[in-house]
């Protein structure tokens, strides 16, 4: 879906400018791509269904989960994926990436150290975390247009008598 793209766009886009000692910002990274460090590896790794407004789209809760990728030889190197790992916290922080479909900040935002596997034994990692409501599809006015109409304002809607066209108020 082109909402899951402009999301992700949006989050390296404010996740490299808001890092600046990040080198590679990537999301849903190729496995064999060559990576510069210190890196920010991300992307959606699971959804469910979230709550509908009813305006036809579909509400979705999405986790997200990044890596933090700092080579293990550089010095400090575990101090330095902390605080980066910190740095991307607080950037999270009321984060709406500026997109109408997003239905609020990232929840449960959380970092830990990682233990890297095999094939990245040569990093230092810290894996942050985050849940992020959203909405996908188009919005529906399931009612046919109407002429427009007058507006009229009442206290009492069993005396239609009692109502006044807003201009007389």
């Given at each position: ?8 766009d ?19 990274p ?12 991300y ?15 579909t ?10 990728l ?13 605080i ?8 999270l922080k009321e984060q ?10 990232p929840l449960?935002?959380?970092?830990q150290?990682?233990?890297?596997t095999?094939e ?20 529906e ?10 507006l ?18």
């Amino acid at each position: 879906m082109s909402e899951l793209t402009t999301l992700h766009d949006a989050i390296s886009s404010t996740l490299t400018a808001a890092l600046p000692k990040v080198l590679h910002v990537e999301a849903f990274p190729e496995l064999d791509s060559k990576v510069r460090t210190p890196a920010l590896l991300y992307g959606l790794t699971d959804m469910t269904l979230g709550e509908d407004r009813g305006e036809g789209k579909t509400g979705l809760i999405g986790r997200f989960q990044s890596c933090i990728l700092i080579d293990a030889d550089r010095p400090k190197a575990s101090l330095q994926a902390a605080i980066l790992a910190a740095q991307m916290t607080v950037a999270l922080k009321e984060q709406w990436w500026g997109l109408d479909f997003i239905l609020g900040p990232p929840l449960e935002i959380h970092a830990q150290p990682e233990a890297p596997t095999k094939e990245l034994e040569q990093f230092v990692m810290w894996s942050v975390q985050w849940i992020q409501h959203f909405e996908l599809g188009e919005s529906e006015w399931p009612w046919p247009d109407e002429p427009p109409g007058s507006l009229v304002l009442g206290f009492n809607d069993d005396l239609k008598e009692d109502f006044v066209p807003s201009e007389d108020m």
